[in-house]
């Protein structure tokens, strides 16, 4: 962690190592000169080397604290981009696998962790300057007594180097608890009508799932404290011991230690025990920053890295003659391959100036084949081909600006995002007309005035910033599921076919039998494989 933390300081962390050298020289240097007065008496010599390196140490002291705070802040505004940035690049398919839980609590709690770390490396860097340069001064007032102190060290370190990792092993089931704990917070919220509506289900969840959770997390991390905090004491009692070395063992040893070397050595050992204090409490957070890094590497986020991600480098909408879906194939894998839902092989062609609806039961894998028409899927099977080039990982962020969609679980924002500003609220305000939503929503600098509507009026709006979008192809996914019949009637028969006489290509997903006539093709599928292609006259005929 502490690597990650200094690499991520690029060229910063060699002027940091600089300064903490120097802050280490200057305490250590202060140290000497207070132990040289002690020893042989004030001088105007030593008075003015204690000025000076006094206000040495007070001005990097002040600077090093100065750098390094600002670049952990900078730092922890640039990780958050970092990871947000990265996310947002992810194959989709990827992010459904990892889950929104695991996503959430790396946004949040593994950020927030790894943010604390960032934020004590200051002090601690600080501090181990201290204690490095106080190692330095005993090392030269004796070398014996130090090579005696560093045997009592490496043992304390063993004794503190178990009893730490036990404490991480419990930090890592604290944090996998977390994991647990966003889970029970998205079903409150999203669960909060089934919740209110049965009391017996509402008391089983608190008392079963989310007090069951929390205390396992406290307990946890209340056991990985318990064992870095059992850690510092002993390390306090090193301390202690390695003093009682120096004033009682070392003076009786054959040609022992003066005086001057042990109260030089007790006097830094007491000035250095506050730094050292510090840097052990400040373990914890680096081990537990450690623990959240590598979950957000677990999600496929390499922090300070490259990471595997999709070209995005075009976010401009472009122009189709055609596209391809040539014998595409997707699987849902569950825990036994016999079990995996397969769709296709598929075959399907798009052109402008149409409208084709994909019909079939549910579940028979119509929002899937949207999803690979869409670009988000990338087809296990068969090939995407764009006016006849096969889209790949460098083309498809750039075939996915072809789309406008309303998906079936679509999110509405509350500003219209990325859309271009000139006559933007004009163009909205025409369509909020149009959409029977003028006394709900007014657009105002090309924000929404408000989100709290019905489920169909909400609709409406994800279909409004679809429209504003305007670009080439359609796509809406069961579109009108929460839709009175009459406006039902106003997007199928008005429009859809106004879409398609813009040249669009519209692709519906539906179950709305009664419009199926409108389409210039239907493909209906069952069970994942495609049943067959129908076209608008065999629909009318058949009919």
């Given at each position: 962690?502490?690597?990650f933390?200094?690499?991520?300081?690029?060229?910063?962390?060699?002027?940091?190592g600089?300064?903490?050298?120097?802050s280490?020289?200057?305490?250590?240097?202060?140290?000497?000169?207070v132990h040289?007065?002690?020893?042989?008496?004030?001088?105007?010599?030593l008075?003015?080397?204690?000025?000076?390196?006094?206000?040495?140490?007070?001005?990097?002291?002040y600077?090093?604290?100065?750098?390094?705070?600002e670049?952990?802040?900078?730092s922890?505004?640039?990780?958050?981009?970092?990871?947000?940035?990265?996310?947002?690049?992810?194959?989709?398919?990827?992010?459904?696998?990892?889950?929104r839980e695991?996503?959430?609590?790396?946004?949040?709690?593994?950020?927030?962790?790894?943010?604390?770390?960032?934020?004590?490396?200051p002090?601690?860097l600080?501090?181990?300057?201290?204690?490095g340069?106080?190692?330095?001064?005993?090392?030269?007032?004796?070398?014996?007594?130090?090579?005696?102190?560093?045997?009592?060290?490496?043992?304390?370190?063993?004794?503190?180097?178990?009893?730490?990792?036990?404490?991480?092993?419990?930090?890592?089931?604290?944090?996998?608890?977390?994991?647990?704990?966003?889970?029970?917070?998205?079903?409150?919220?999203?669960?909060?009508?089934?919740?209110?509506?049965?009391?017996?289900?509402?008391?089983?969840?608190?008392d079963?799932?989310?007090?069951?959770?929390?205390?396992?997390?406290?307990?946890?991390?209340?056991?990985?404290?318990?064992?870095?905090?059992?850690?510092?004491?002993?390390?306090?009692a090193a301390?202690?011991?390695?003093?009682?070395?120096?004033?009682?063992?070392?003076?009786t040893?054959?040609?022992?230690?003066?005086?001057?070397?042990?109260?030089?050595?007790?006097?830094?050992s007491?000035?250095?025990?506050?730094?050292?204090?510090?840097?052990?409490r400040?373990?914890p957070?680096?081990?537990?920053?450690?623990?959240?890094?590598k979950r957000?590497?677990?999600?496929?986020?390499?922090?300070?890295?490259?990471?595997d991600?999709?070209?995005?480098?075009?976010?401009e909408p472009?122009s189709?003659?055609?596209?391809?879906?040539?014998s595409?194939?997707?699987?849902?894998?569950?825990?036994?391959?016999?079990?995996?839902?397969?769709?296709?092989?598929?075959?399907l062609?798009?052109?402008?100036?149409?409208?084709?609806?994909?019909?079939g039961?549910?579940?028979?894998?119509?929002?899937?084949?949207?999803?690979?028409?869409?670009?988000?899927?990338?087809p296990?099977?068969?090939?995407?081909?764009?006016?006849?080039?096969?889209?790949?990982?460098?083309?498809?962020?750039?075939?996915?600006?072809?789309?406008?969609?309303?998906?079936?679980?679509y999110?509405?924002?509350?500003?219209?995002?990325?859309?271009?500003?000139?006559e933007i609220?004009?163009?909205?305000?025409?369509?909020?007309?149009?959409?029977?939503l003028?006394?709900?929503?007014?657009?105002?600098?090309g924000?929404?005035?408000?989100?709290?509507?019905?489920q169909?009026?909400?609709?409406?709006?994800?279909?409004?910033?679809?429209?504003?979008?305007?670009?080439?192809?359609?796509?809406?996914?069961?579109?009108?599921?929460?839709?009175?019949?009459?406006?039902?009637?106003v997007?199928?028969?008005?429009?859809?076919?106004?879409?398609?006489?813009?040249g669009?290509?519209?692709?519906?997903i539906t179950?709305?039998?009664?419009?199926?006539?409108?389409?210039?093709?239907?493909?209906?599928?069952?069970?994942?494989?495609?049943?067959?292609?129908?076209?608008?006259?065999?629909?009318?005929?058949?009919?």
């Amino acid at each position: 962690m502490l690597r990650f933390l200094l690499r991520s300081a690029g060229p910063m962390a060699l002027m940091m190592g600089l300064l903490g050298v120097a802050s280490g020289a200057l305490n250590a240097g202060v140290v000497a000169i207070v132990h040289q007065t002690l020893v042989h008496g004030a001088s105007q010599t030593l008075m003015l080397a204690f000025l000076g390196l006094g206000l040495g140490k007070v001005v990097a002291g002040y600077y090093s604290a100065l750098m390094l705070t600002e670049y952990s802040y900078a730092s922890i505004a640039a990780l958050r981009r970092e990871l947000i940035e990265k996310l947002l690049a992810f194959p989709y398919a990827s992010f459904e696998q990892v889950g929104r839980e695991r996503v959430y609590t790396a946004l949040t709690e593994d950020v927030s962790t790894v943010n604390a770390a960032f934020a004590t490396m200051p002090s601690f860097l600080v501090n181990v300057a201290v204690v490095g340069g106080g190692a330095v001064y005993l090392l030269y007032l004796s070398p014996l007594t130090f090579a005696v102190l560093s045997v009592l060290a490496l043992i304390a370190g063993s004794f503190h180097r178990r009893l730490s990792a036990q404490g991480r092993a419990f930090f890592v089931r604290a944090r996998d608890e977390h994991v647990r704990l966003f889970a029970h917070f998205r079903a409150l919220t999203e669960g909060t009508k089934e919740l209110k509506q049965h009391a017996g289900r509402r008391h089983a969840f608190l008392d079963e799932k989310v007090l069951e959770t929390t205390q396992e997390l406290l307990d946890r991390q209340l056991d990985g404290q318990d064992r870095y905090q059992l850690a510092q004491a002993a390390s306090g009692a090193a301390s202690l011991a390695a003093i009682a070395v120096i004033l009682f063992v070392m003076p009786t040893l054959h040609g022992g230690v003066s005086s001057s070397v042990v109260s030089g050595y007790v006097l830094t050992s007491l000035y250095v025990m506050g730094p050292l204090s510090a840097v052990l409490r400040a373990l914890p957070f680096f081990v537990t920053a450690e623990i959240a890094k590598k979950r957000i590497e677990e999600i496929g986020v390499a922090l300070g890295q490259e990471t595997d991600r999709e070209s995005t480098q075009s976010t401009e909408p472009q122009s189709f003659e055609e596209i391809e879906l040539d014998s595409v194939v997707h699987r849902y894998h569950s825990e036994g391959e016999a079990s995996a839902f397969t769709l296709g092989p598929v075959s399907l062609a798009l052109r402008p100036s149409e409208i084709v609806f994909i019909t079939g039961e549910n579940g028979s894998g119509k929002s899937t084949l949207a999803k690979i028409l869409l670009g988000l899927y990338e087809p296990e099977g068969g090939e995407i081909r764009w006016d006849g080039a096969c889209v790949t990982g460098q083309t498809r962020d750039a075939y996915r600006q072809l789309f406008s969609v309303v998906h079936a679980d679509y999110y509405l924002f509350d500003t219209l995002l990325g859309l271009p500003a000139v006559e933007i609220d004009e163009r909205a305000e025409h369509l909020v007309k149009r959409l029977h939503l003028e006394d709900h929503v007014q657009v105002d600098a090309g924000s929404l005035s408000t989100l709290k509507l019905s489920q169909g009026q909400r609709r409406r709006l994800a279909l409004l910033t679809a429209y504003l979008e305007d670009r080439p192809i359609y796509v809406f996914d069961e579109w009108g599921s929460d839709q009175d019949p009459a406006f039902k009637e106003v997007f199928y028969r008005e429009l859809v076919p106004e879409l398609r006489a813009r040249g669009k290509a519209v692709v519906v997903i539906t179950h709305d039998d009664r419009y199926f006539d409108l389409a210039d093709r239907r493909l209906a599928l069952r069970r994942g494989q495609a049943v067959h292609v129908v076209a608008a006259a065999q629909e009318t005929t058949s009919t």
